[in-house]
């Protein structure tokens, strides 16, 4: 029993299913209406979590003590801004040419109306086109575009709303570092650079945070039919019965997923162990990239694109919570 109990701490850091969207793969018919379990069972899973959350922050507080895990928990490698940003508009160019060529429209769910095809085409050309030469102007047609999206997709819409706001901004802010178009538009001096650097990865944490949490009310607490038909479609996810908990049905496992998504959503969103956090993402978000395929990693991308900038730049002081340096 005590190794199964230390094996079930350690999967709890790793929800694998939390960060599918649930939602690319079950149709709104196919929704079971259900509600939350408040049991004894939903209890132990959530006491859990918050076990998971106090060893994370201890964790990344004592860093200091081990002066190996203070390098990996607390310091920022000595990368240049211009890697960053070029790694990361590689990622998001990859994934809008592949979008325009699966016929999408940044995202598997959002199908555009037959009459506004041509619009979709022209916006996602228009940010692939214009970041070769601004990336300052292809954020903005980002957030452009976000706005068409909330107007036509207004159910939908809240699912992308803040990822797609935190990358618009995160590329408006940060043109200047690498295009000569936005260094002659706006002030490029080391200082106005570095002030904007510093505020762009932290509106892109605090967006790829509230992102999760809300994907975590909508998809698993507020409407867990839409978690329940996604394990009840891939059974294997729940491995709480294969650690000989039978007691935690596919509908608490749905509850579980949903609380550790909002949790790492509002550590990440408020800095707590940010470099810990984004670990457990990345390894989420990969995991459900081999099992699911091409649907998953292209509607994640975005996501892989932020996540490197945030796992390398986010980090945490050993003696205190918020992310240092501004970020």
Same mark, same amino acid.
């Given at each position: ?16 299913? %939390? ?10 018919? @196919? ?65 809008? $040419? ?29 940010? $692939?086109?214009?970041? !070769?030469f601004s990336i300052s102007l292809a954020g903005a047609i980002i957030l452009l575009t976000t706005a068409i999206i909330v107007f036509i997709f ?48 932290l509106i892109l944490r605090v967006g790829i945070g509230m992102q999760l949490v809300v994907l975590a009310f909508i998809e698993k607490l507020i ?22 908990? @039978? ?13 550790? @998504? ?11 162990? !940010?470099?810990? $956090?984004? $670990? ?8 459900? %990239? ?22 390398? @730049? ?5 003696e205190g919570l918020p992310c240092r340096k501004g970020v």
């Amino acid at each position: 029993m005590k190794h199964r109990l230390h094996l079930l701490f350690l999967l709890l850091f790793f929800p694998f299913a %939390a960060q599918a969207h649930v939602q690319w793969f079950v149709k709104p018919e @196919e929704m079971k209406y259900v509600t939350t379990p408040l049991d004894m069972v939903s209890f132990w899973l959530t006491a859990g979590v918050i076990i998971c959350i106090i060893a994370a922050v201890l964790l990344t507080r004592y860093s200091g003590k081990f002066p190996i895990m203070e390098k990996l928990v607390s310091q920022v490698p000595p990368i240049n801004h211009k890697l960053y940003l070029s790694y990361f508009m590689t990622v998001m160019n990859v994934f809008f $040419v592949m979008i325009l060529l699966t016929g999408g429209f940044f995202a598997p769910n959002l199908i555009l109306p037959e009459y506004l095809l041509p619009l979709g085409v022209f916006l996602q050309a228009a940010i $692939v086109v214009g970041s !070769s030469f601004s990336i300052s102007l292809a954020g903005a047609i980002i957030l452009l575009t976000t706005a068409i999206i909330v107007f036509i997709f207004p159910p939908i819409a809240i699912n992308y709303v803040f990822e797609l706001m935190a990358i618009g901004i995160f590329m408006l802010l940060n043109g200047p570092i690498i295009s000569t178009v936005d260094q002659w538009i706006f002030s490029s001096n080391k200082e106005k650079l570095e002030w904007r650097w510093k505020r762009s990865v932290l509106i892109l944490r605090v967006g790829i945070g509230m992102q999760l949490v809300v994907l975590a009310f909508i998809e698993k607490l507020i409407s867990p039919g839409w978690g329940l038909v996604f394990v009840e479609m891939y059974p294997f996810y729940n491995f709480f019965p294969a650690l000989g908990f @039978e007691q935690v049905s596919n509908l608490h496992f749905v509850y579980f997923v949903g609380i550790c @998504e909002m949790t790492l959503g509002f550590m990440l969103m408020l800095g707590i162990a !940010s470099r810990i $956090v984004v $670990v457990v993402l990345a390894a989420a978000f990969t995991t459900t %990239a081999i099992i699911h395929g091409l649907t998953e990693i292209l509607g994640h991308l975005p996501i892989f694109a932020a996540a490197v900038i945030l796992l390398l @730049e986010c980090v945490n002081k050993p003696e205190g919570l918020p992310c240092r340096k501004g970020v």
